[in-house]
């Protein structure tokens, strides 16, 4: 297993050193647990979906938005109860990134989720897809650094 890249944010680094420790049955049923906490999409949201990014290589529909206040960051992810990895994934992401900066944000390794051993409960595919929602999360903290550039 891959050693966990430093430049994690705090609340991240503590998810992915959580996974390490797992055994392989441990860290599919983790991911199943963080499924059960992604949080619903605040009330200003829930009717707009058409305002979040759509993350058109998931085979999973998956749409992500972006909230910046006092220069750090919180997601807003909605991925289908009927997905529950990508959910998971979805909701690991989103609690280990509440806060972070844009530039915290940016500094992710795109495969970091090799450090929490992913490979070995999920398929190529669904990894390859995972892989695009924090590039999705990224684009949308490019946004919140030219915004607050501007």
């Known amino acids: 297993m891959s ?5 994690l944010p705090p609340r991240l680094h503590a998810i992915v050193a ?3 420790a ?4 441990e860290k599919l049923e983790l991911l199943l647990e963080y499924a059960d ?40 992810i909605d991925v289908a109860e009927e997905s ?16 972070a900066t844009p530039e915290a944000v940016l500094a992710i390794p795109g495969d ?3 450090a929490m051993g992913l490979q070995q409960v999920l398929s190529p595919q ?3 897809g995972i892989s695009y929602l924090l590039a999705y999360l990224k ?11 501007a």
């Open 84 to 99: 529950p990895t990508v959910r998971g994934y979805a909701a690991l992401l989103r609690e280990g990134l509440d806060g």
């Open 18 to 20: 959580e996974f390490q």
């Open 37 to 76: 906490r992604l949080p619903p999409l605040p009330d200003w949201l829930r009717d707009n979906r058409a305002d979040m990014e759509q993350v058109h290589e998931c085979m999973t529909p998956v749409r992500a938005a972006a909230e910046v206040h006092g220069g750090r960051m919180v997601f807003h």
């Open 126 to 128: 669904r990894l390859n």
């Open 3 to 7: 050693e966990i890249p430093a430049s």
């Open 139 to 149: 684009r949308l903290a490019t946004r919140a650094l030219a915004h607050r550039g």
């Open 112 to 114: 970091f989720f090799y």
């Open 22 to 25: 797992a055994n392989r049955s």
